[in-house]
């Protein structure tokens, strides 16, 4: 059995890269698509599982190392789980972040059906002989008006259930140490620690 000594984190996101690279044991070398210019697949799945294992193939066949991919986002009760996989796009579309968190607050004003949402990460690692290994994390809560200046993404509306600090206030330790990306990572964690 190979030990992994490399990896390549699969994604152009800088904060999901950071995130991604604190997770992993200190000793394993991190590697960055951008490092090896490597650009972006086309992400077509109907899932965060769909989209992650996309990543993950496309990253460890032009890189040929060991590739731990993640696609996440935010879905909304009020909004039938929107913008869920469409996270990233709808931001994109609305000109940033910002934009988006603000939408998305006004929306669910206007429909008045409370403001319980969900994080999801979907965290694929493969490896260039074709083996792949899948988990999610799940992390449940409510949307607030945006508040913090941590993290990235919609970290400045989202109050993970149990606390009264949206993730963008938290400190970056305290938000790793129970995001849904550590959830997912963890359940991953179990069944690829032998290779570590």
């Given at each position: 059995m190979q030990k992994i000594d490399k990896i390549l984190v699969g994604t152009h996101n800088k904060g999901k890269f950071i995130e991604i690279s604190d997770l992993l044991p200190k000793k394993i070398k991190k590697i960055s698509p951008v490092d090896l210019g490597i650009k972006s697949p086309i992400e077509n799945g109907k899932t965060f599982k769909d989209n992650s294992e996309i990543k993950a193939e496309f990253f460890?066949?032009?890189?040929?190392?060991?590739?731990l991919s993640d696609d996440s986002g935010l879905e909304v009760d009020a909004l039938n789980?929107?913008?869920?996989?469409?996270?990233?796009?709808?931001?994109?579309?609305?000109?940033?972040?910002?934009?988006?968190?603000k939408k998305i607050l006004e929306k669910i004003k206007k429909i008045n059906k409370g403001a319980k949402a969900q994080f999801i990460s979907?965290?694929?690692?493969?490896?260039?002989n074709g083996k792949k290994i899948t988990k999610i994390g799940v992390i449940r809560g409510s949307l607030t008006d945006i508040r913090g200046k941590n993290g990235f993404g919609y970290d400045p509306i989202f109050i993970p259930e149990g606390h009264s600090k949206t993730f963008?206030?938290?400190?970056?330790?305290?938000?790793?140490?129970?995001?849904?990306?550590?959830?997912a990572y963890k359940k991953l964690y179990n069944k690829i620690k032998v290779y570590f």
């Open positions: 460890c066949k032009n890189s040929n190392l060991v590739t789980g929107e913008p869920g996989i469409l996270s990233s796009r709808f931001a994109e579309d609305l000109g940033g972040f910002q934009n988006a968190m979907s965290l694929t690692i493969q490896w260039p963008a206030e938290m400190n970056y330790k305290e938000k790793l140490k129970i995001d849904h990306r550590q959830i």
